[in-house]
């Protein structure tokens, strides 16, 4: 078995079989133009600056301190108001102001009432609305916790964690992260207030995004560009089933109270909007399994080098299965996670079950999860071929000239034909079936 494992390591020196990190030149035909259309397309759709329109605001937000709370008996004439406002406590504030043109003043203000109502006690950092022309009189309304702090807190306590576990690797995806946000907070959102498409900036920014997140975080290597590519080819699958599905379903995008004022204040199309957000939303799953498809398909190929594109291939797939149906989950769960008040509601209403599904909000996180899926399950098999067949040429044999060899006696090994040099690899994926 020694002499069968030193014959085969001397056969992959010579035939050059063993994988390497070369990004292939026929990644690059595709991958240049695509870098070059998302930066052009940046350039183009970048906000020239974005009209103000005049929005309805209620007053100033203006930061304070809680000092003291005092709770007192609701008087007897403010029970049927009470009631309505569904308010138990009574009583009085003290708050001393913290920003604005009140810095440094102490006002007292009512303790909230009401579902949702904050509730406070002395030393809580708060938020207050100031609306001098009030008809009650009171400039003053106790609106929120202040909770920049705290935010703050748990952001650093995330950015330590990243940074312990992943170390150079975590601080680039940090980077990388921070690179996300400008893109969506400078150009995506004031894109869209600017006028243009909602879809041919979030594909732009879904693709500059995954460009330098990427390869930022993972480096430039023929992996990370195998992800990239199978990124990309998921995401127009994912565009042109998403707006199938919204013209199919005939949802206009208008469907709670914030798309409804949205509409109303600016000249946005609002499917439009919803496309991109099924877009966004779908590039954060979908980037995930690409380079784990190929992380997966690469290791498997330097353990077994002399493995070809279909045995690859099929055993990059029983892991993207395997992977998928968990993503899959994970997927739909973080919709339903974020509708289940909405749930909720509609489950107490106890309307009939067709009314449910078929109503404009329910459809929509219905078209969204059944998109994402689809483009989900799309990116297995494209990433999947994509790293089987860029992984490495065919190997070319060159056989060391040798003289005429004494023969020998076989060895077992030889004898029963167990060498590594077989197809078959010693210990097949059989687990993975």
């Known amino acids: 078995m020694n002499e069968a494992f ?41 906000p020239q600056g974005v009209e103000d329109t005049e929005v309805e605001t209620f007053g100033e937000e203006i930061k304070g301190h809680v000092l003291s709370v005092h709770e007192t008996e609701c008087e007897p004439i403010d029970a049927e108001l009470n009631e309505q406002l569904q308010a138990t406590v009574c009583g009085d504030v003290v708050v001393r102001l913290t920003s604005g043109e009140f810095d440094g003043e102490e006002i ?3 303790i909230p009432s009401g579902p949702g109502a904050p509730e406070v006690a002395a030393g809580d950092d708060v938020i207050l609305m100031h609306t001098p022309g009030s008809m009650s009189g009171q400039q003053f309304h106790l609106i929120d916790h202040d909770r920049a702090s705290a ?21 680039r995806s940090l980077v990388g992260l921070g690179f996300t946000f400008a893109v969506v907070l ?34 430039w290597n023929r992996t990370t560009t195998v992800a990239v590519l199978g990124t990309l080819a998921s995401l127009v699958i994912t565009v042109l089933l998403a707006e199938a599905a919204v013209s199919i379903a005939s949802l ?19 499917s439009g909007l919803l496309l991109a957000g099924i877009l966004i939303g779908a ?46 989950n994970t997927l739909v769960l973080a919709y339903a996670g974020a509708s289940l008040p909405l749930l909720v509601l509609i489950a107490a209403a106890g309307r009939p079950l067709e009314q449910v599904l078929t109503s404009q909000t329910i459809a929509t996180e219905i078209v969204r999860a059944v998109a994402g899926t689809l483009g989900l399950i ?27 060899p004494k023969p020998k006696r076989p060895g077992p090994a030889e004898e029963k034909n167990e060498t590594w040099d077989d197809d078959e690899s010693p210990y097949p994926p059989s687990h993975l079936r």
């Open 283 to 328: 590039l954060g799953v979908i980037d995930d399994v690409t380079v784990s498809q190929a992380a997966t398909v690469d290791e498997v190929a330097k353990a077994n080098p002399r493995w070809g594109p279909a045995r690859l291939f099929k055993s990059g797939m029983r892991v993207g299965r395997d992977h998928l149906t968990s993503v899959v």
């Open 186 to 219: 400078l150009f995506m959102v004031p894109a869209v207030l600017d006028g243009s498409a909602p879809i041919l900036v979030a594909i732009v920014g879904a693709s500059a995004i995954m460009l330098v997140s990427l390869y930022l975080t993972h480096g």
């Open 378 to 404: 799309a990116a297995v098999p494209i990433t999947t071929w994509m790293a089987a067949a860029l992984v490495r040429r065919p190997p070319k044999e060159t056989k060391p000239k040798e003289k005429d």
């Open 252 to 270: 206009n995008g208008v469907n709670d109270e914030n798309t409804t004022n949205l509409a109303l204040q600016y000249p946005i199309d609002m």
């Open 108 to 110: 007292i203000v009512d």
């Open 6 to 46: 030193e014959k085969h390591s001397d056969s992959l020196k010579h035939s050059h079989t063993v994988a390497n990190d070369a990004v292939p030149r026929a990644a690059l035909w595709i991958l240049i133009p695509a870098a070059v259309i998302t930066a052009l397309g940046m350039v183009l759709l970048w």
């Open 151 to 171: 935010l703050w807190a748990l952001v650093i306590a995330f950015a330590l964690a990243v940074v312990a576990f992943g170390r150079w690797k975590g601080v």
